[in-house]
């Protein structure tokens, strides 16, 4: 969420599901993004992070997700950390939902949390995700 302190009106949905690559390939990226876009949000945002797959390509071919370049890392920041931090800088909404690659919005998620959010006047929720996982290593 956005900096401002107190409770807020979210005005009728959280708008913006933001996606972060995770770790395994540009082949979750087409499954996530379409599961952000389904989830009633609004739009996604994709950190490029130097990958060498097929994520940039996948994501610019999708409508309603958005790539954004990724700067190097700083030191002191660790990945994670740093992707999240410009895709906040780079969203408009004023509410976030970061979510790795490999995790699945469920239809109707962006909306369901952000009726969470107003009516228990929180500032930050986190959600259990269905988490497909496609091997151990």
């Not at 959280?14 to 949000?41: D, I, N, Y």
């Not at 945002?45 to 958005?66: C, F, K, M, N």
């Not at 030191?75 to 906040?88: D, I, T």
């Not at 469920?106 to 929180?122: D, K, N, Q």
């Amino acid at each position: 969420l956005r900096p401002g302190g107190g409770p807020r009106r979210w005005g009728g949905g959280a708008r913006g599901p933001v996606l972060r690559r995770g770790g395994g390939g540009g082949g979750h990226v087409a499954a996530a993004v379409e599961g952000a876009l389904g989830s009633g949000g609004g739009g996604v945002l994709v950190l490029d992070d130097g990958w060498t797959d097929r994520t940039a390509e996948i994501v610019r071919q999708s409508d309603g997700a958005r790539l954004i370049p990724g700067q190097p890392l700083p030191s002191g920041w660790r990945g994670k950390n740093f992707a999240n931090a410009q895709l906040a800088e780079a969203a408009s909404q004023p509410v976030l939902i970061f979510v790795d690659a490999d995790v699945r919005l469920a239809p109707g998620a962006a909306p369901r949390l952000a009726a969470f959010l107003e009516e228990s006047g929180a500032q930050l929720a986190s959600g259990v995700p269905l988490h497909i996982t496609e091997r151990f290593s």
